[in-house]
């Protein structure tokens, strides 16, 4: 605690969202996550239900960029929280009831490279830490563009042949899975997601993402 203190003062932490010296993301700020709100896509909704816990947009948005593309570590585990919470609206009864086993969507490896590692693999990592349930890195990304700016058939063009089922990673038996991401956007990565577990006979119950454009 002491030594907390002391980098504190040496090194300020400043909110990702609105950039006032605190915690990584101050108690105002964190109100701008809720409960999962169900998402309409198109590719997307005839496969699985999919919820986001906030818009993508305003601080939400400030602190998710800050995690992603700016290397803000210190804010996982707040959002690795707030998904947590997340589930266990989502899956009632928590891990007790039946085993969940979070999926995160991957990424490619050069943007892991520049994001400091598989940024969702972390936060659903802190989620499952915190809620009792499993991670499972069954699906893995070869190749192909940044999705930033593209359509949805470029974007499901840019996966096609590229997102593939990881065996090694298969969930345990049972499990009532859940593929997480970051931002659903036209629902084209969620959707290849969701096919690639169920061609290999992996059922999904759900799709969570921290933000979903409107």
């Not at 907390?4 to 990702?16: G, Q, S």
């Not at 309409?40 to 818009?55: G, K």
């Not at 593209?150 to 063009?157: V, Y």
């Amino acid at each position: 605690m002491v030594l907390r203190l002391l980098l504190n003062l040496l090194l300020p932490t400043f909110c990702a969202g609105c950039e006032n010296r605190g915690a990584a993301v101050c108690a105002g700020c964190s109100t701008a996550w809720g409960s999962p709100t169900e998402v309409f896509r198109a590719p997307l909704a005839a496969l699985a239900p999919a919820y986001a816990l906030a818009r993508y947009a305003g601080v939400a948005k400030r602190t998710l960029i800050a995690y992603k593309e700016r290397r803000r570590r210190d804010v996982a585990p707040f959002l690795g929280r707030m998904l947590a919470a997340g589930l266990m609206t989502l899956l009632p009864g928590g891990p007790r009831a039946s085993p969940w086993c979070l999926v995160p969507a991957p990424s490619r490896r050069a943007a892991s490279r520049v994001r400091g590692g598989p940024h969702v693999l972390r936060i659903a990592s802190e989620a499952a830490r915190l809620t009792g349930g499993y991670v499972a890195p069954a699906l893995a990304l070869t190749g192909g563009r940044d999705a930033v700016g593209l359509s949805r058939a470029e974007r499901t063009a840019n996966l096609e042949g590229r997102l593939r089922f990881a065996a090694a990673g298969r969930p345990p038996p049972g499990a009532r899975v859940v593929v997480v991401d970051d931002v659903i956007t036209t629902g084209a990565t969620s959707a290849a997601c969701v096919t690639a577990l169920k061609n290999a006979g992996v059922p999904v119950v759900a799709v969570l993402a921290l933000l979903a454009t409107v």
